[in-house]
């Protein structure tokens, strides 16, 4: 498959008036018209955008099929501009047993690349995604004419077995939309730039911002590369949009010199995919 070497890219860190999904998809595309006259060939919104992060028991209602009445009009904008949209939203299933998901729908001039299902969901104090949310069971990779791309959310990347297994499946790029609050800045950049590095993946990162209830966001979206370098950097407690470039030259060297995945041994690794509870492997060595 053929992919650029280097993209152009937007991240796009708003707060989100909730239940309100109208008037934030009129933002969004405000800004997806800025962004497209910079140069962005792709633009990310944050988690849970539409509806906001914390729109609770509203999700029930103002969840949206995937294709449905906020896609349409995301695919014409698509096509207009052609350009890529990922966008962070609450995807309800239609079939029994009716459930909704923390979803990121991912829209190309072309049509419908696909969406992914938030895996990990967040529901430990002060964190309810568990309440509303039913966790995702599938990890795609969807190939685009920029390149082949994942797509995580959030607390995912807490999970380094699913951006390996990405990897593995053959992406290039990792792209993370994510409401992080205040108490979590630090740990982010560090654990964007481990993922990168382990997977020599360019990472894409982009946050909520400003307050929503009792929750805080800092914003900070960023691009690492795939050597884990923070290229470019959005600003903190404020909306901005940061345009910028991805390298994909960079991460296939890395990939060729270092021999991440040839050296891998999944042999040895089987406890990775052991259940809690599981009786624990012997600690005992034999000679």
């Given at each position: ?7 152009k890219?937007?991240?796009v ?84 047993p ?13 049509g ?153 041994r ?22």
């Amino acid at each position: 498959m053929d992919i650029k070497d280097r993209f152009k890219i937007a991240t796009v860190q708003l707060n989100s008036r909730l239940g309100d999904v109208k008037t934030n998809l009129k933002r969004a595309i405000d800004y997806i018209g800025q962004a497209v006259s910079q140069g962005a060939e792709i633009i990310l919104f944050p988690e849970l955008y539409l509806q906001g992060y914390c729109a609770d028991q509203d999700l029930t209602k103002t969840s949206e099929t995937i294709p449905g009445p906020t896609t349409d009009v995301l695919l014409g904008v698509s096509k207009k501009y052609n350009v890529y949209i990922v966008m962070g939203m609450a995807r309800k299933d239609t079939g029994y047993p009716h459930l909704v998901y923390n979803s990121s729908c991912f829209i190309g001039p072309d049509g419908m690349v696909g969406y992914y299902d938030k895996i990990h969901l967040g529901t430990f104090h002060p964190y309810r995604e568990g309440m509303y949310f039913a966790p995702g069971n599938l990890t795609p990779v969807f190939n685009t004419r920029l390149g082949p791309m994942s797509l995580q959310i959030c607390y995912d990347v807490f999970f380094p077995e699913l951006t390996r297994t990405y990897a593995i499946k053959g992406s290039l790029v990792n792209l993370v939309i994510s409401a992080a609050p205040d108490a979590f800045r630090i740990s982010w950049r560090i654990m964007l730039q481990a993922r990168a590095i382990e997977n020599a993946v360019p990472t894409v990162y982009c946050n909520v911002v400003g307050k929503q209830k009792d929750f805080k966001f800092f914003g900070g979206s960023m691009i690492v590369s795939a050597s884990g370098a923070v290229t470019s950097e959005a600003k903190f407690g404020e909306e901005d949009m940061l345009v910028s470039d991805v390298d994909l030259v960079e991460a296939i060297n890395i990939r060729r010199q270092t021999l991440l995945f040839r050296d891998r041994r999944p042999d040895l690794y089987g406890p990775l995919s052991s259940a809690i509870g599981s009786p624990p492997p012997s600690q005992i060595t034999t000679t």
